[in-house]
Structure formats: structure tokens, C-alpha cells
Nanobody, 125 residues
């Protein structure tokens, strides 16, 4: 298995930027696609972005396309989510997750086997 720890969350004003990190330990990191999800109070955990094992392919939710960028550094066993032009509706707990392959079609939580504990992102208006 792989253990995941998110970091980089915090409070930012609308229009600002944050970079979240997902640091992995345990199994070979490059064996896993890594996704990001977010969850706000009273809502279902929703897909944000996913990156393939090598980082060659990414996919983003419509709500973040053009604003968020995923990258990964496999030797450092870390995935980064660069979030720009943040909006108040981006406020949520952000989770990273590892799964066996790059999902096709709609990306859902069951595509992933291992999850971090989440990091809070708050965007003020």
C-alpha cells in the first residue's frame, strides 16, 4: 500500500493562488495514478483532477480547468496541485488519492484505493 499526506492548504483571498502537495510513502509511487478530490460541508466528495503514473496525462473537472494544474515528481514521490485564480466556491477540504490506473470517463472516488487525510483550503471573497 501507499500512504499519502496532503499539505499546502490555507486561507487565501479570491483571485489568489495556492500549491497543494501530496507526499507519498510505502509502495512504489510511480505505480499509481493520483487524483485530487474536494469536499465542502453538506456536499459529496467531488473530483478535481487526476494525473497518470508518469505524469504524461492529466484530466480536470470542468470547474477548475484552466485554473488548476497537476504535476508530479516521481523521484520525490510527490504530486502537486497548483491552484490559481481561486474562487470562494473552491473552499473545501482537498484530498489526494492513489489508484492503479488513469480513469476513463467520469472520475469517481472508487477509482482510488488509498487516501490522505485532507488539507483545508479556504478562499475568502
Amino acid at each position: 500500500q501507499v500512504q499519502l499526506v496532503e499539505s499546502g492548504g490555507g486561507l487565501v483571498q479570491a483571485g489568489g493562488s495556492l500549491r497543494l502537495s501530496c507526499a507519498a510513502s510505502g509502495d512504489t509511487f510511480s505505480d499509481y495514478a493520483v487524483g485530487w478530490f474536494r469536499q465542502s460541508p453538506g456536499k459529496e466528495r467531488e473530483f478535481v483532477a487526476v494525473i497518470s503514473r508518469t505524469g504524461g496525462t492529466t484530466s480536470y473537472a470542468d470547474s477548475v480547468t484552466g485554473r488548476f494544474t497537476l504535476s508530479r515528481d516521481n523521484p520525490r514521490k510527490t504530486v502537486y496541485l497548483q491552484m490559481n485564480s481561486l474562487k470562494p466556491e473552491d473552499t473545501a477540504v482537498y484530498f489526494c488519492a492513489a489508484g492503479p490506473g488513469f480513469p476513463l470517463g467520469r472520475v469517481v472516488t472508487t477509482d482510488f484505493d488509498f487516501w490522505g487525510q485532507g488539507t483545508q483550503v479556504t478562499v475568502s471573497s
